[in-house]
């Protein structure tokens, strides 16, 4: 089973600035890496998958990058909506996928 | 618009079984896998099962494995799972998840998830 490993677990940053996530896997999950974001009594929702490309209806400003074991998640600007914990995905080696224990972000 | 619904949840002692559901719609059922995840109180995200979209395939994740059954109608568009000789542990909200149609185990649409709580 592969270990996903989030960091760090809580990340303040103030409105309009960049955030960036990370996420290390235990053994190389080539580029099959999902982001996705959960706000409080709301399921998952599917942020960034093949590790860099965009999910439906996300915004331009949310950027993923990475490969092998190393993965990054980018929000350039943040809003007030992007404020939620976000987990990290791979799903190459299967089952089971494995997920991060997840980011929180905050209002600084 | 894609839609799943669960329902079944509650408080069930150890040892009992409860039966989870989750109707879809908005998409053609048949053609997708559907995956349940769940998440204890306060805590992050585990696998716990898949179906085929042809309900001839499943996997379960090991903590689960022997307990838990992951069936399908498709003509109901449901997704079902049956839950035996439930533990305190398995105490979280449960998600269905539809399986992206062109990435396997990959999850874009979720449901609101239904609580299932084992205590005594």
């Known amino acids: 089973e592969i270990v996903m490993t989030q960091s760090p677990a809580t990340l303040s940053v103030s409105p309009g600035e960049r955030a960036t996530l990370s996420c290390r896997a235990s053994q190389s999950v080539r580029s099959n890496l999902a982001w996705y974001q959960q706000k409080p009594g709301q399921p998952p929702r599917l942020v960034i998958y093949g590790a860099s490309t965009r999910a439906t209806g996300i915004p331009a400003s949310f950027s993923g990058s990475g490969s092998g074991t190393e993965f990054t998640l980018t929000i350039s600007s943040l809003q007030s909506d992007d404020f939620a914990v976000y987990y990290c995905?791979?799903?190459?080696?299967?089952?089971?996928?494995?997920f991060g224990q997840g980011t929180r972000l905050e209002i600084k | 618009q894609v839609q799943l619904v669960e329902s079944g949840g509650g408080v069930v002692q150890p040892g009992r079984s409860l039966r989870l559901s989750c109707a879809a719609s908005?998409?053609?059922?048949?053609?997708?896998?559907m995956h349940w995840v769940r998440q204890a109180p306060g805590k992050g995200l585990e696998w716990v099962a898949v179906?085929?979209?042809?309900?001839?395939?499943?996997f379960y994740a090991d903590s689960v494995k022997g307990r838990f059954t992951v069936s399908r109608d498709n003509s109901r568009s449901t997704v079902y799972l049956q839950m035996n000789s439930l533990r305190t542990e398995d105490t979280a909200v449960y998600f269905c998840?539809?399986?992206?149609?062109?990435?396997?185990?990959?999850?874009?649409?979720w449901g609101q998830g239904t609580l299932v709580t084992v205590s005594s």
């Open positions: 908005g998409f053609s059922f048949s053609s997708n896998g």
């Open positions: 179906i085929g979209d042809d309900g001839r395939t499943d």
């Open positions: 998840a539809r399986e992206h149609s062109h990435n396997n185990w990959l999850f874009d649409y």
């Open positions: 995905q791979q799903y190459e080696n299967r089952p089971p996928v494995t």
